[in-house]
Each structure stands twice: as C-alpha cells, then as structure tokens.
C-alpha cells in the first residue's frame, strides 16, 4: 500500500517570498501525484497532478511541482507567495492499478505574513 | 457550473445515534467517493462508487457505516450508533472519466464537507 509523508507540518512565510513543501512518498508500484488546498473552511481544490511525461508540472495560482522517481519526492513550489496562499496543502498519492484511491499526507498549513 | 454539494453541513449528535450524510455529485459524474478527515487520523479513504456500484468498500472503519448511490447519483453515508471517535469531517468528491471509460488519475472535485460532532 502506498504512504505519503508531508516532512513540514507548519510553514511561515513572508509575502513576495518563495517557499517550498515537500513532499515523499513510497510505493511497490507506479503512482500518480497530486496536490490539494485546502482554504479555511472550504473543500479541498487541486492544484496541480502528475501522472506521466515531463516531471515538471505546472498547477493553479503560480504552484509548480517535481516528480523525481528515484527520491520518491513531490516536492511542491511557489516563487511568490500571497497573503491569500494561505492555506493548507495535502500531498496525495493514488497506485496505478488503484487509481481511484488517494491517499494523503498529514498536511501542510502555510501561514504568509505581510 | 455547480460543484459538489453536501448536507448538512454540520451535524451535532448524540452518541448511540444515527445519522445521515447526503452527497450531490457534480452532474454527469459517474464516480463518487467519500473520505474523512479528523484530528488523528488526517485524510482517509471511506468508499469508492463508480455508478451504484461500491467495488470498493475497504476503507468504511466498521459495520457502523454503511454508503449507498441511487440513480448514479446522489449518495448517502450512514452511521448507526454513533461513537465519539466518529466525530469528523466527511468529505465527499466525485469525478468523470475522459475517453469514455474510467479515466488514469481523473481529478476529484471535493465538496465543503458535513463536520460530525458526536456528543
């Protein structure tokens, strides 16, 4: 069965600065990656997923990510940051051949202060 | 277009309770899940329909829950006797598959959720 750890549980960050979760996973077998917000008091929202091709991928609201196989990371990016990127952000994983079945990590809350 | 709508959206209960939780999908999406989110255990996957058909049940904690669909549609998850440990966030998503059949890593749009606080 797949697991996914979310190595930050808080992340502060001033505004206009970048900041970076991560993201690892583990899996016997292949897996698509995605990415979700959640804002207060709303459902979670995708950001951006990785299912195959180029392990740059590009999501909503200036979000970037890395799939890189051989760490087993989804390391999720913004170079900017906004006081409205203020949120939580769960990292999930599905298996190829369960694809239907996400599993999340434990979340990450960003706090940006101005 | 209208998203995934889910009530009530809270839902304060008395232990050894039951209770009912409604989800409407997205209209035209054929599969639907439920999740929970709660302190301890974070985001965990409940059930998995794809039309009214469960083909997988595993993630429902006990004999307690219990989810069905009718009409490809609408969804209810139901919890007899209610515990305190079922106190959560239920959330429901659901998704289409591209190509006509069910899709590789198909999206799945959440609902606002129906917090669960068993008393």
């Known amino acids: 069965a797949q697991s996914v750890t979310q190595l930050d549980s808080q992340v502060p960050v001033f505004e206009e600065a970048p900041v970076e979760l991560r993201c690892n996973y583990s899996s016997s077998v292949s897996v698509y990656l995605f990415w979700y917000v959640q804002y207060p008091n709303q459902g979670l929202q995708l950001l951006l997923k990785?299912?195959?091709?180029?392990?740059l991928v590009k999501g909503i609201n200036g979000f970037e990510a890395e799939f890189n196989k051989s760490q087993t990371s989804f390391h999720l990016r913004k170079p900017s940051v906004h006081i409205s990127d203020t949120a939580e952000y769960f990292c999930?994983?599905?298996?190829?051949?369960?694809?239907?079945?996400?599993?999340f990590g434990a979340g990450t809350t960003v706090t940006v202060r101005a | 277009g209208a998203g995934v709508s889910q009530s009530p959206s809270n839902k304060v209960t008395e232990k050894g309770k039951d209770v009912e939780l409604r989800c409407d999908p997205i209209s035209g999406h054929t599969a639907l899940y439920w999740y929970r989110q709660s302190l301890g255990q974070g985001l965990e996957f409940l059930i998995y329909f794809q039309g009214n058909s469960a083909p997988d049940k595993s993630g429902l904690p006990s004999d307690r829950f219990s989810a069905e669909r009718t009409g490809g549609s609408v969804s209810t998850l139901t919890i007899q006797r209610t515990q305190q440990e079922d106190s959560a966030v239920y959330l429901c998503?659901?998704?289409?598959?591209?190509?006509?059949?069910?899709?590789?890593?198909?999206?799945?749009?959440f609902g606002p959720g129906t917090r669960l606080t068993v008393l």
């Open positions: 999930a994983v599905s298996e190829l051949f369960n694809d239907y079945k996400l599993s």
């Open positions: 998503a659901s998704s289409t598959p591209g190509g006509g059949g069910r899709g590789v890593g198909d999206t799945q749009y």
């Open positions: 990785y299912l195959s091709g180029s392990t």
